[in-house]
Every structure is written in C-alpha cells, then in structure tokens.
C-alpha cells in the first residue's frame, strides 16, 4: 500500500524560531492531505489540509507547501511557542482513510 | 475540542478476553473510522463506517469487527485479545465518506493486553 515517511524523527528548536516539518508520500494519485497535531495522551489534531490542485495554503501561524513533482509535503510553523511542542503527522487520502506516517517529534526550547 | 468523543479512556484487559470501545461521533458527521495507533507509531486503518455499513477495512483480522448504529455513534469489537492488540484506539469522525474528506479524532482509548 502507500506509504507516507518523514524526514526526521525528532525536530528542536528555539521559541520564537520557525519550525519546518517535513514529509514525503509514495502515491503519486493522492490528492489530499492532512497535517495532523498530536500531544501526548490525545488524540491527533486536525492543523490543516491541502488539496493536490494547490502548491501553498495558509492558516494561522502555519503553512503548508505541497510539492507534487518530488511528493513532498512541509508544514512550516512560524514563531513556534511552547504549545507547538507534539508530534506532527503527514496523512495522504485513500479512497476512504488515511495513511499515516511514523511522525516528527517537535520540542521548543524555551 | 473535535467533539467526538470515545469511551473508555483506558481499559486493561487479559489477552483471550473480548472487548468492546465506543465512539460518538461530531455532530452532522455520517462518518466514522477507527484507527489503531502503537507506540511511537503512526495510526492505522481499522475500518470504515457509512450508514450502518462497513465502507473499507485496512489489514486487520476478523477478529476486529464493529457497528455502526442509526445515529451515527460506533463500537469496535475486538475478539481473543492478543498481547500485541495493546495500543491506542482512536476513531475519527467525518462529514462525509470518500478521498477529499477531512477527518477529526477523538482522544483514544488506550488499551493494554496482559
């Protein structure tokens, strides 16, 4: 099946820096994709999402940047807080689910 | 808050024995999905819900079933607990089935098998 992978595991970086998280998926027909927030004990937290007809969407304080051609995602957090502090998951579609990729652990340091 | 919402929260239970989790579901949403996340891992797809019908089911034995009832709300059953089914359970509640569908969680139950 498809398969969605990161990166890097594990991302630190100073409050008040930006945070880009990373990700790469393997089907090149998915169409949509989710970022995915999850502290721990809770479960993951819709942050944003993009449809494969866009490159860039915006959202409070994050970006996502969707690049087809290598099937590249990024979520870029900008002046990453405390709060940010979880783990991020990528998920591209499938006809009726979500596949999901081991993760990125973000710490901000304070 | 997604509003969804699953119960229990946590539950230990002895390997062989059956258990059942429940889920509601966000208000306005047909859809339900229950996903089994390890440690350290990402989720993976359980099954699918859609009007009282399963809608897809990912690599998972049959002794993961489950139901959906008129109201939407879901029960995952799962039969002859192994000590490997210890993980966190977590559904997930969209408005609608198909590829372009957001999907919002609830906060888990977390099982553990001994």
């Known amino acids: 099946g498809e398969s969605v992978g990161l990166h890097l595991p594990t991302l630190s970086v100073q409050e008040g820096d930006n945070s880009i998280i990373n990700c790469a998926y393997s089907?090149?027909?998915?169409?949509?994709f989710i970022w995915y927030k999850q502290e721990s004990g809770k479960g993951p937290q819709f942050i944003i999402d993009i449809r494969s007809n866009m490159d860039k969407r915006q959202g409070q304080r994050v970006t996502v940047l969707l690049n087809k051609t290598v099937k590249h995602l990024s979520l870029q957090i900008a002046a990453t807080q405390p709060g940010d502090s979880a783990v991020y998951f990528c998920a591209e579609t499938g006809a009726n689910n979500l596949f999901f990729g081991t993760g990125t652990r973000l710490t901000v340091i304070p | 808050e997604t509003g969804v919402t699953q119960s229990p929260t946590h539950l230990i239970k002895t390997r062989g024995q059956q258990v059942t989790l429940r889920c509601s579901s966000q208000s306005g949403h047909n859809t339900v999905s229950w996903y089994q996340q390890a440690l350290g891992q990402g989720p993976q797809f359980i099954f699918q819900y859609y009007r009282e019908e399963e809608n897809g089911r990912g690599n998972f034995p049959p002794r993961f079933s489950g139901l959906q009832f008129p109201n939407y709300s879901s029960e995952l059953n799962v039969n002859a607990l192994e000590l490997d089914d210890s993980a966190l359970y977590l559904c997930?509640?969209?408005?609608?089935?198909?590829?372009?569908?957001?999907?919002?969680f609830g906060q888990g139950t977390r099982l553990t098998v001994v």
């Open positions: 997930a509640s969209s408005p609608r089935t198909g590829s372009r569908t957001e999907a919002f």
């Open positions: 089907n090149s027909a998915s169409d949509y």
